[in-house]
């Protein structure tokens, strides 16, 4: 079912650590006579109030939870896009920093951005077929839809090759992915020299999060009749997938 139309203020009460300001923009590319030079209009992303997120513990948890991003920059040869696992670093800045690395051989990162950079996260998703609606018995007036949470993260990027930064960023990211085993791999346990030459064949990049955008949608803006009917058709799915965003559906 479509979202219902929605402007956000461009006025409200100060932003503070823990909550987001009312106040996502659009870069208008076309309109930047330079590249720090900047044109807001509205949001990026599509932010019906029911399904907005403004916390950002709650933010960057889903950041985490999908482990992935697709890395976007806008660029005079068009947009570039790199799939990457990055770390979100919730002790620096007030909305964060990301870090990662792309390929040496990925021209990305040669390729001087527009503007802000852009990661994007996606969390569970999953189906809702209309069948599950008690409005569907009622009156018969439903669409199907989709369920989903995200993120768009944007900020300044800056590209680095120094060995040590990097061979930090790449232990910081082994350590937090081989953390749940129970018997970890940590990057001393290679040879040093390999590890090394295995760095020269990467660059690394900061993001600093100027602007957070979080979208949660699921099922909020209908009856809570509908949503138990959600909520128990995406239990009963073969998908595991389904299960874990019935979980998500408010009561």
């Not at 900047?38 to 939870?65: C, G, K, N, S, V």
């Not at 944007?154 to 018997?183: C, Q, S, W």
């Not at 900061?206 to 979080?214: H, S, T």
Request: charged share 20%; proline share 10%; net charge neutral.
């Amino acid at each position: 079912m479509a979202d219902q139309p929605f402007f956000l203020p461009t006025q409200g009460t100060p932003p503070s650590r823990n909550r987001l300001p009312a106040l996502p923009f659009r870069l208008n590319i076309g309109e930047i006579a330079h590249p720090t030079e900047y044109h807001w209009e509205q949001p990026p992303m599509y932010l019906p109030p029911a399904f907005r997120q403004d916390d950002i513990a709650e933010i960057h948890a889903t950041m985490r939870a999908a482990r992935l991003c697709n890395f976007v920059t806008a660029t005079a040869e068009g947009l570039m896009a790199t799939p990457l696992p990055p770390i979100v670093d919730d002790k620096e800045g007030e909305r964060g920093v990301l870090y990662g690395h792309v390929a040496r051989a990925n021209p990305q990162w040669k390729t001087a951005p527009i503007g802000e950079a852009m990661a994007l996260f996606t969390g569970p998703d999953a189906y809702v077929t209309p069948s599950w609606y008690a409005t569907k018995r009622e009156t018969g007036k439903v669409v199907p839809t989709w369920n989903y949470s995200a993120v768009h993260a944007y900020g300044p990027v800056e590209f680095f090759e120094d060995a040590d930064r990097l061979l930090a960023i790449v232990t910081r990211l082994t350590n937090l992915h081989e953390k749940p085993r129970a018997e970890p791999w940590a990057v001393s346990d290679a040879p040093a020299d390999f590890i090394r030459a295995q760095l020269r064949g990467i660059i690394g990049f900061r993001m600093p999060i100027a602007r957070l955008e979080g979208k949660l949608k699921m099922s909020q803006n209908r009856s809570a009749e509908d949503r138990a009917g959600v909520k128990a058709g995406l239990a009963s799915s073969p998908r595991a997938s389904d299960h874990t965003v019935a979980g998500m559906i408010p009561k």
